[in-house]
């Protein structure tokens, strides 16, 4: 077997996670080649970042310049049905996160994060897209689509950062739809949208519920903002070829306080739809390879964790990959103990988030109380606390034995919404627009 490689490691996609690990590892030495399918700066949804994304971004050595496109985020809202609103701000969480993170436009951030990665000493390449891999015991091959035609490149290692094309995952068929939860989403950008009431320097990120879903609204560095809403299949299969952007309207306006919002609003963008939302790969690692991101998982984005599990799992795999290559016999080792670390802090979101627009959870939520700082706990999680603290996983746990307790002084509602969930976990929405919908 021939064991030239031409670069080291092979990082496949230029967004949040691919930059990331791409240029902690050519920090500790190793060659690095970052594939981008598209090139920057590209729309990509995921404009509101956690305050847990803070401390990668200052070990990256990009804070300054994230400073500098970005919005301040101080907190999350959520409106109750009678139009006022409850903000958990992060100056008051548990854990050890910064008070503060920011909005973005993620073609500004995304390609920020490239060309730092590429003068960070990454062979960070445009236009290029992987089309198959294949590994053998001294590496792995990748087929590469470019302007010129394909060409083929030698690794040693592989990172599938492909995000929600999940090259990998596609590839060895381990992608698997949630079973416990299934939504779809339509969004866009607009101009003069007022912001919450509760928030007149627009730094928060609102979540509103309503009947078939809920929606957000972000407002971005550039006086726009992002909105849009994750529904349920049922609601969405409603569209029946309806424009994208008056089904959008329609959806808005049954959305608790967002037409007072937007009575001055203008959208400025086309109307995105993307099908399918949640997923995990069977696998996460195997022999000379790793996912990281969505190219794993995708949980629905009610938390705005995407960004924040992209990057941290990604600083994790610098460890994994930078450990397996100095020391092979360890990788399998290190695989199991990154996959359990981080399925851990994926299921503490999902649990939230599976539950998130039943009754008993807008309850809580909407009329919040810090008995035994179980709020704070919640607001740590919100800010992407949700791995290491045990004093934040110990409210965690303390705020799902509430949640249990209160559902069974409920148990009707409980019940019903529960068969609801099942019955829009069977369901399949089709109609998306995005590479993932179209697989």
Known sequence: MDDRHDTDVLVVGGGPGGSTVATLLARRGWRVTMLERDRHPRFHIGESLLPANIPIFEELGALDKLRAIGRLKLGADFPRDDGSCYTFRF???????????????????????????????????????????????????????????????????????????????????LVRRSGRHQSAALFAHYRD????????????????????????LIPLPDGSSSIGAVCKPSWLQQRRGADHGDFLERTLAMVPGAPERMTRARRISGVRVTGNYSYACERMAGPRWIMVGDAWAFLDPVFSSGVFLAMYGARRAVDVVDGALREPAREAALQRAHARHLGKGYARFAWFIVRFNSPVMRNLFASPRNLWRVEQGVISLLAGDVFDDRRVLRKLTLFKLIYAAVSLRNLRRWAAELRDRRRQNRLRYTDGGTPADAA
Not at 114 to 121: D, I, L, P, T, V
Not at 133 to 154: H, K, M, N, P
């Open 193 to 216: 949208v007022d912001y919450s009431p509760d928030d007149p320097g627009g730094n928060v990120i609102s979540v509103n519920r309503f009947a078939h879903g809920w929606a957000w």
């Open 91 to 173: 100056e008051r969480a548990l854990g050890s996160t910064p008070p503060y993170s920011f909005h973005v436009l993620r073609e500004d951030m995304d390609k920020m994060l490239f060309e730092h990665a590429r003068e960070s000493g990454v062979d960070a390449r445009e236009q290029c897209r992987v089309t198959r891999v294949d590994f053998d015991a001294a590496g792995v091959t990748a087929q590469v689509a470019t302007d010129g035609g394909t060409v083929t490149l030698r690794a040693r290692y592989l990172v599938d950062a492909s995000g929600r094309d999940t090259l990998l995952g596609k590839q060895l068929k």
